[in-house]
């Protein structure tokens, strides 16, 4: 069994910066497939950014230019750098994890981000 533990969330005011981090338990972190979501109150859960055990990477439109996801397989750890933040941004940003070797996905607790003066 995978855990996904997020960190780094928090207050920050808008046009400021965050990075939120996600740790993988295991030994196979580098075979995963790593993704952030985001839900909002009252909203259905949103993919942010995804990146693919080689590094490729792809985002949704709003967070192109803004958003830079990462990972770094010696630490199991998957990052999420977000810049120029919108109250629009305010969400519970969640890691997402896919085994594609034994067809199993994993999700973190989520971790608050809140984006306000």
């Known amino acids: 069994q995978v855990q996904l533990v997020e960190s780094g969330g928090g207050l920050v005011q808008p046009g400021g910066s965050l990075r939120v981090s996600c740790v993988a338990s295991?030994?196979?972190?580098?075979?995963?497939?790593m993704a952030w979501y985001r839900q909002a109150p009252g909203k259905q859960r949103e993919l942010v950014a995804a990146?693919?055990?080689?590094?490729?990477?792809d985002y949704a439109d709003s967070m192109k230019g803004r958003f830079t996801i990462s990972r770094d397989n010696a630490k199991s750890t998957v990052y999420l750098q977000m810049n120029s933040l919108k109250p629009e941004d305010t969400a519970v940003y969640y890691c997402?994890?896919?085994?594609?070797?034994?067809?199993?996905?994993?999700w973190g607790q989520g971790t608050q981000v809140t984006v306000s003066s």
């Open positions: 997402h994890a896919v085994d594609s070797l034994i067809g199993e996905e994993y």
């Open positions: 295991g030994s196979f972190f580098s075979i995963y497939a």
């Open positions: 990146i693919t055990k080689s590094g490729s990477t």
